[in-house]
């Protein structure tokens, strides 16, 4: 049996994701997947309160975050207590590995802001402690301001020895499933055997224009921002509307 997991994936713990924890589950469930990890900025409430939830949804899910190192974003999953922002990569992944963890770099080698550098990648693998826990790196990130940058991923990871990842880093429920990486198996425990195997596989599944995804998200942010914005004035909240389909 071939598994389809998401391992990046943003709710409203995140400063900048739109989606409740059932939102994603709901979306996950209806885009076939069989694991998910939710790994919020430096954040990993939602990811434990979706484990508990998981079962009404058939789907097992890895509890994480994207914690900001130094050097850059790295998605740490099996993780149960939250990693302290602006440690180094190295430092970072020993604390994941504490935990019984395991690190993926996060959106590698793009030209934005918190990508991890194929230097510090480099010096992360030549640690002889920290090097355990680097596992994966993403070849593939939906997330519209990172889509358009997957070749130069694909570039750095062509030569190092991390399991490859396609997440789709989703900010709104409707992208949950944009990037999936397959593997043998169905459950966390195969996917964690895959990464630590090397053999995992990326796959693209969305091919919107990357714009058409960020005017989507800046509604339902702006959305949100104007909700939580009522609720402080005391204004009741218009009623929730559908999920709209990816």
């Given at each position: 049996m071939i598994g389809k997991a998401d391992l990046h994936i943003h709710t409203i713990h995140s400063?900048?994701?739109?989606?409740?924890?059932?939102?994603?589950?709901?979306?996950?469930?209806?885009?076939?997947?069989d694991v998910i990890a939710i790994t919020d900025h430096n954040e990993i409430r939602a990811g434990l309160e979706a484990r508990e939830l998981a079962s009404e949804y058939d789907l097992q899910v890895i509890?994480?975050?994207?914690?900001?190192?130094?050097?850059?974003?790295?998605?740490?999953?099996?993780?149960e207590q939250p990693i302290p922002a602006g440690l180094?990569?190295?430092?970072?992944?020993?604390?994941?590995?504490?935990?019984?963890?395991i690190g993926i770099a996060a959106h590698p080698n793009h030209p934005v802001p918190n990508s991890?550098?194929?230097?510090?990648?480099?010096?992360?693998l030549e640690h002889p402690l920290a090097c355990k826990f680097l596992c994966g790196i993403e070849v593939c990130n939906m997330n519209p301001t990172h889509s358009v940058f997957n070749k130069r991923s694909e570039k750095a990871a062509a030569s190092l020895p991390l399991a490859r990842i396609a997440?789709?880093?989703?900010?709104?429920?409707?992208?949950?499933g944009a990037g999936v990486t397959r593997f043998d198996g169905h459950t966390t425990a195969d996917l964690r055997h895959a990464i630590e195997c090397r053999s995992t596989l990326p796959e693209?599944?969305?091919?919107?224009?990357?714009?058409l995804v960020f005017l989507r998200w800046v509604k339902l942010y702006n959305q949100r921002i104007k909700s939580r914005s009522d609720v402080d004035q005391g204004v009741e909240p218009l009623p929730k509307q559908p999920t709209a389909a990816r």
């Amino acid at each position: 049996m071939i598994g389809k997991a998401d391992l990046h994936i943003h709710t409203i713990h995140s400063f900048d994701g739109t989606a409740s924890v059932r939102e994603v589950l709901e979306s996950a469930a209806q885009a076939g997947l069989d694991v998910i990890a939710i790994t919020d900025h430096n954040e990993i409430r939602a990811g434990l309160e979706a484990r508990e939830l998981a079962s009404e949804y058939d789907l097992q899910v890895i509890p994480g975050a994207e914690v900001s190192t130094r050097e850059g974003h790295l998605v740490a999953l099996f993780v149960e207590q939250p990693i302290p922002a602006g440690l180094s990569l190295v430092e970072t992944l020993l604390r994941v590995g504490e935990q019984g963890g395991i690190g993926i770099a996060a959106h590698p080698n793009h030209p934005v802001p918190n990508s991890l550098p194929v230097r510090a990648i480099l010096e992360a693998l030549e640690h002889p402690l920290a090097c355990k826990f680097l596992c994966g790196i993403e070849v593939c990130n939906m997330n519209p301001t990172h889509s358009v940058f997957n070749k130069r991923s694909e570039k750095a990871a062509a030569s190092l020895p991390l399991a490859r990842i396609a997440s789709s880093d989703s900010h709104l429920a409707a992208m949950v499933g944009a990037g999936v990486t397959r593997f043998d198996g169905h459950t966390t425990a195969d996917l964690r055997h895959a990464i630590e195997c090397r053999s995992t596989l990326p796959e693209q599944v969305n091919r919107e224009w990357p714009l058409l995804v960020f005017l989507r998200w800046v509604k339902l942010y702006n959305q949100r921002i104007k909700s939580r914005s009522d609720v402080d004035q005391g204004v009741e909240p218009l009623p929730k509307q559908p999920t709209a389909a990816r």
